[in-house]
């Protein structure tokens, strides 16, 4: 069984995350997903692929701490996350947020709260590459 | 010693991932930062967080230990 949180640099399945989070409890009701993909167009530029660079402890300990703050607040049943690091194309998976909870509602807030937390608080850093160069990107859309 | 690591943009700047600082007793925090800065003064224009042992902190007068880890970062875009 893959950890509930992780950073890799290859691509994972929603099927197979889902499959896990609704192994956790037979009592989850909502289930609500959050998938994050590369874009292959940003201010204006044609982009192919976009590079991650990670301070890698430190992000995945954020990650469990904003998992457990989300399960806490929200009474969670479960939660995953996972975020890619190196070059990941246009079109592909980033990032992954899913969370269960007895009821939708529940489910459908945390999984909001926690990709806007995740954006705030993990060290994580993407550079969009153009065929007019590269760029790193500090916003936060 | 002191592990200082800088990651993503502040890479470009500082054109290593990781230096080593001699450590002295009594080293604060916003020591390594003035240090650092004047060799690297536009790395510091976009440094936006700093994390002592992988914990965020805004306190510059912290006192660091010896083997302590230094990261100063640019403002986070994962997601």
Not at chain 2, 51 to 61: G, I, L, P
Request: net charge negative; glycine share 6%; with cysteine.
């Amino acid at each position: 069984m893959l950890d509930s949180v992780r950073l890799q640099a290859e691509d994972f399945s929603v099927d197979a995350e889902l499959a896990a989070l609704r192994a956790s409890s037979l009592r989850m009701g909502g289930i609500a997903t959050f998938v994050g993909c590369a874009r292959d167009f940003s201010e204006g530029r044609e982009v192919s692929e976009i590079s991650f660079d990670a301070y890698d402890s430190m992000a995945v300990t954020e990650m469990n701490r904003l998992r457990d703050e989300a399960v806490s607040k929200f009474k969670l049943l479960d939660a995953r996350i996972v975020h890619r690091t190196g070059i990941v194309s246009a079109g592909e998976q980033i990032v992954l947020i899913a969370t269960g909870a007895e009821h939708r509602a529940p489910a459908l807030q945390a999984c909001s709260w926690l990709i806007d937390e995740f954006k705030q608080r993990v060290p994580i850093w993407k550079k969009e590459v153009s065929a007019q160069g590269e760029s790193w990107i500090t916003s936060h859309p | 010693m002191i592990r200082i690591l800088f990651f993503g943009p502040m890479v470009e700047h500082v054109l290593q991932r990781e230096m080593q600082l001699e450590f002295q007793f009594g080293m604060r925090l916003k020591d390594v930062a003035e240090t650092l800065q004047a060799s690297y003064p536009e790395a510091f224009k976009i440094v936006c967080a700093t994390a002592v042992n992988q914990v965020q902190t805004r306190d510059m007068e912290l006192a660091l230990a010896d083997n302590d880890e230094v990261a100063f970062m640019a403002k986070f875009s994962g997601g």
